[in-house]
């Protein structure tokens, strides 16, 4: 059973910083693609950033480009997403997620393994 357990969020100043983390109770890490989405109320849970399971291919959505930066440590199972820049906007429920495949989907439906969420706030 694959567990996924997300910390890093809270709540932080427009224009501050946040590093997500997300830990994963898998024996094969390195052969996961990863990837972040949120949700804020009311919406739709939609794509953050990917990662192939290489760590050479990264996806991020247009909003969030040269703000976010999503990386991995497979020596300790674990996907960061930092956050610059933070905005109002920003503020959302943030889900780290894993499948076993080469690419990383940038769809919800793409995924397997989902973690419980962090929440993240960011005030003007």
């Known amino acids: 059973q694959v567990q996924l357990v997300e910390s890093g969020g809270g709540l932080v100043q427009a224009g501050g910083s946040l590093r997500l983390s997300c830990v994963a109770s898998?024996?094969?890490?390195?052969?996961?693609?990863v990837g972040w989405f949120r949700q804020a109320p009311g919406k739709e849970r939609e794509f953050v950033a990917t990662?192939?399971?290489?760590?050479?291919?990264?996806y991020y959505k247009d909003s969030v480009k040269g703000r976010f930066t999503i990386s991995r440590d497979n020596a300790k199972n674990t996907v960061y997403l930092q956050m610059n820049s933070l905005k109002p906007e920003d503020t959302a429920v943030y889900y780290c997620?894993?499948?076993?495949?080469?690419?990383?989907?940038?769809?919800?439906?793409?995924?397997?393994?989902w973690g419980q969420g962090t929440q993240v706030t960011v005030s003007s």
């Open positions: 997620a894993l499948r076993d495949t080469t690419v990383a989907p940038t769809t919800p439906e793409g995924y397997i393994y």
């Open positions: 898998v024996r094969t890490f390195s052969r996961y693609a």
């Open positions: 990662l192939s399971w290489t760590g050479g291919s990264t």
